[in-house]
């Protein structure tokens, strides 16, 4: 077995852990991303409201990928983005 696979293999458990708090915990872990993302928005004076909107999305976007796991253990692929690019 190679490095990459033994790790892989002592990591799983961990995994599956996060993976499982997620669900329970999901909702309030959004919640704090939301009220962390509108104190730091308020305390710049709003100068930087996308890059922080953009981050608080991919933040909630990898919950939402570590909370939702296929039948088969496999997590599905991240979401199209919704919001087009900024020109």
Same mark, same amino acid.
Do not use: C, F, W
């Given at each position: 077995? @190679? #490095?990459?696979?033994?790790? =892989?293999?002592?990591?799983?458990?961990? !995994?599956? &852990?996060? %993976? $499982?708090?997620? *669900?329970?915990?999901?909702?309030?872990?959004?919640? @704090? #991303?939301?009220?962390?993302? =509108?104190?730091?928005?308020?305390?710049? !004076?709003? &100068?930087? %409201? $996308?890059?922080? *909107?953009?981050?608080?999305?991919?933040?909630?976007?990898?919950?939402?990928?570590?909370?939702?796991?296929?039948?088969?253990?496999?997590?599905?692929?991240?979401?199209?983005?919704?919001?087009?690019?900024?020109?």
């Amino acid at each position: 077995m @190679g #490095l990459l696979e033994n790790l =892989k293999a002592k990591l799983a458990p961990a !995994k599956d &852990k996060v %993976s $499982d708090l997620a *669900q329970q915990h999901g909702d309030k872990v959004t919640h @704090g #991303l939301d009220k962390a993302a =509108k104190v730091v928005d308020e305390k710049t !004076k709003h &100068k930087y %409201s $996308d890059k922080i *909107q953009t981050g608080t999305g991919k933040a909630k976007g990898a919950m939402d990928r570590l909370a939702h796991k296929d039948s088969d253990g496999v997590t599905p692929p991240p979401d199209t983005p919704t919001t087009p690019p900024a020109s």
